[in-house]
């Protein structure tokens, strides 16, 4: 039933129920109506109503989910027939696509084959003729035949290339082979000649030739330059060999000899006798020495040259300003270049600290001089010298620096002044500076030495003294007073005039 009939009987429904009243008869509308029996019906037509009105949405909303499920089954019906048909269209397009798609793969197939056999007979190697018909396999007959006629022409151009290669590589080692005979045969050792022909392989004949002229000029001063060497070197050898043996000759040791010779084979002659000179005179100062050190008998190497060095063992004195009172056990060492004068004084004594002069001497002493006495014949027999030094009496001097505001103690020293008449064979002179001075009276030549009297104020007394050295260089002696060792001294000789 469609819904615009359930409606048009609703309609009539609702129109029967408000004509009709509850005995059945139609009663004329009065004024005077009762409204509690108004108001009832009103609600009963209008429940009605809403129930028809329900009855009839119902109804509607049946019938239109029964329209829709149909709609949809129909609709879904539909699809489902016209999804199988355009599968199945599908399907056979596909299998249609896929069938062309073979036979058109196997037609490429069968061109590709067909091309590489065909390129091989044309003269392609395999592995040509493969890669020709691969990229060819789709190409036209026309485009594929073009490409095979560029690859056989290329491949002809590169067997050509490569001929050509080989048969230039072939002249250039022949080439070389030649370069190289002929160096050998022009004087170049083997692997000179090798390099050169190696160098020169793929030169032009004018530049091969300039090329093995310069190697021979080259290898010719070479060779001279050797041989200038060689003769230089035996020269240079021959000349050590002559120093060595004038050094050896000269008296030098062995080991001097080789090193001299060594260090002068290339000095001129002048240089070389300069240097060996220069040695023999070290030698001899050295050997002068040696023997200088053995006469003298002692160790002097901490005694400084022309200085007089006190070491004292015991001491105890009283000093009252110039007055020193002292008792004392020292030694007083004065080195000289050819001789050393050593006085052991042991003892009391009384003597003024500032001028040397003794009071007072209870000690014991000794002097002893040793050293390099002078031969007798070679003590000078001409002219005169005056030889000057130092002296000590083993007293000691105070003095105080008023600068540094600082006292101390030195040794005593006295200054000689000894004049040699050698054509007269006398000497005499004085030591000042140790109290008064002493008068060293003439003395004449004896042996080695002269020995005289002395005299210091009112005390006399007697000295001796030796030369020392090659020349009578120096003199050294004691002057003793009261028959013991009182005073040492020495001196260096003057230009003898």
Known sequence: MSLQKVSALTVIALS???????????????????????????????????????????????????????????????????????????????????????????????????????????????????????????????????????????????????????????????????????????????????AYAEANKEATEEAAQLALDGLLKAEQERIAAEKAEAERLAAIEANRADLEQKAIQAGLSAEQAQEYAEANKEADEATADKALNDIIAANAAAALQAEIDHAKGIPTANYEVGKITAESRMSSSSIINALTNESRIHSVIYNLPYSIVVGDYSGYISYNNQTGHIFTDNRTSSIDITGLKTAVDAIPTIGSATYTGKAFNGTYQDIYDWDTRESSTLIKEGTLSYTVNFADRTGSGSITGLGDEIVLNKGEISGTGISSSARQSYRTGSYLLDFYGKAAEEVAGKVLFNGKDTVGFGGTRGDIK
């Open 16 to 194: 029967l129920a408000a004509c009709s009243s509850g005995s059945g008869s139609r009663s004329p509308l009065s004024i005077n109506s009762n409204p509690t029996v108004q108001n009832t019906q009103a609600q009963k037509a209008a429940a009605e109503k809403a129930a028809a009105e329900k009855a009839a949405a119902e109804k509607a909303a049946a019938e239109k989910a029964a329209a829709e499920k149909a709609a949809a089954e129909k609709a879904a019906a539909e699809k489902a027939a016209a999804e199988k048909a355009a599968a199945e269209k599908a399907a056979a397009e596909k299998a249609a696509a896929e069938k062309a798609e073979a036979e058109r793969l196997a037609a490429i197939e069968t061109n590709r084959a067909d091309l590489e056999q065909k390129a091989v007979a044309a003269g392609l190697n395999p592995k040509q003729a493969a890669a020709y018909a691969e990229a060819n396999k789709e190409a036209t007959e026309e485009a594929a035949k073009l490409a095979l006629d560029n690859l056989l022409k290329a491949e002809q151009e590169r067997i050509a290339a490569e001929k050509a290669e080989a048969e230039r590589l072939a002249t250039i080692e022949a080439n070389r082979a030649d370069l190289e005979q002929k160096a050998v045969a022009a004087g170049l050792n083997p692997e000179q000649a090798a």
